[in-house]
């Protein structure tokens, strides 16, 4: 399997498409007709079509017809789980946990988590996300595929206090290593896996060491009430206090799922808002019958940020933030008994800018403006399923598929253009994926990375 290098960013110009503005606050707008000039990775400029010349030896993208997008943002996602999708369905949370997930993912080795994180990468290339939070063992391989495919990911080592302190020292090792690595499409977050795996000690640690290197924390916490619940008979804490008591919050938190997040938490989170977040992945929770959903209209109003993610593939069965994004804004409806709640502009935000905000990468990734990275999707919205378009915004929210996306651009470079991925051997990745997955799926020898009993 060969990973094709991206060639560095020159001049590029997209030309003639309709360009989603996301504003930090408001309404989305369509802005018709626009021309895209990109010069080593950023949007210079986002004027008329054809109101200047394009610019010397730049590489254009006829693109009239098609609506260029911010790239989207993955907020959690465990990339290498790829390879067990499908392998865990109609099972209790318990029961993902113990019984399949992770006696499955004892069996994985460096080149496993290097396959089934270029497989991801592939797909979510493919469904037009530029960015990613990633949160799994061997992080140095999923760097290697994120360096290898042109993404930008943030890439957090899971850990758990069971494995140890030269796991822990492994953990910020590798932050010091690649935090901006592949010319800064890679940052690091340490990865504490949860206040129930992890123990107060080590969380402090972790805390610490992200307030040093100037990272943040990317940890599941209060991932639903019944977890809320037993730290509170266990500990007579939350989770989310939990994380405040050991400086986790102080030091910046991208916090998992937070379906178990209660009204006492929303004052600490608020506390530290300018730096935490919330990454949403309602597709699983409908899955696993959990409730409540995450609070998002709370957390929102309490100042906090909220942003889409997929989870693990062994869950989601997709990285399709198309998919994740559509399922929030129905759900949240629902939650609130609100028809009117979540638009679809705070959808394509939640997106898009929440995303990268979550990320701790509001400054370089987000929305399509001069001075930022330049990370678009160009999107074909033409299809029957998306006819008559009266609402481009509205058939990105809830008609668009990950079929639609025709170009993808992260960092100026063009990693899939007119459906063809440039930087991936995709023929190769699908044989090597297959022939990896048997032994991978068995769990006949009784082992187990971790035991859930939150």
Sequence with gaps: MNERTPAGPGVLLVSGCDVLRVPERGECEILPARDIVVAGGRIQEVRPAGSAP????????????????????????????????GAAEDVTVEGWFNDRVWPMESNLTPADVRTGALLACAEMIRSGVTTFADHYFFPEEIAAAVAGTGLRADIAPTYFSSRGAAALAETVAFAQTWHGGADGRVTVSLGPHAPYTV?????????????????????????????????????GVTPVRVLHETGVLEAGALIAHGCGIVEEDLALLAEHADRTAVACCPKVYLKH???????????????????????????????????????LALTQKQQ???????????????????????????????????????????????????????????????????????????????????GRLLTVDEPALLAEADARVARILDTSHGRAVQHYDP
Excluded: F, K
Excluded at 292 to 305: F, H, K, M
Excluded at 363 to 389: I, K, N, S, Y
Excluded at 393 to 400: G, Q
């Design 54 to 85: 394009a610019p010397d030896a730049a590489e254009v993208i006829d693109a009239q017809g098609l609506l260029a997008v911010p790239g989207l943002v993955n907020a959690h996602t465990h990339s290498p789980m790829t390879l067990m999708r």
């Design 199 to 235: 123990d107060d000690a080590d969380l402090r640690t972790l805390a610490g060491h992200a307030r040093r290197l100037g990272l943040r924390v990317h940890i599941h916490a209060a991932e639903h009430l019944e977890q809320t619940e037993s730290s509170l008979a266990r500990r």
């Design 289 to 327: 019958a959990l409730s409540p959903l995450t609070p998002v209209r709370e957390l929102l109003d309490a100042g906090v940020t909220v942003a889409v993610g997929t989870d693990g593939a062994a869950g989601h069965n997709t990285l399709d933030v198309w998919e994740a994004l559509r399922l």
């Design 336 to 418: 609130v008994r609100d028809a009117t709640w979540m638009t679809v502009s705070d959808t394509l935000r939640l997106a898009t800018r929440g995303g990268a905000r979550a990320l701790g990468l509001q400054d370089r990734t987000g929305a399509l403006e001069p001075g930022l990275r330049a990370d678009l999707v160009l999107v074909d919205l033409a299809g029957l399923h998306c006819r008559p378009l009266h609402d481009p915004r509205a058939a990105l929210v809830y008609s668009a598929r990950a079929s639609d996306v025709r170009t993808v651009v992260v960092d100026g470079r063009v990693l899939m253009r007119d």
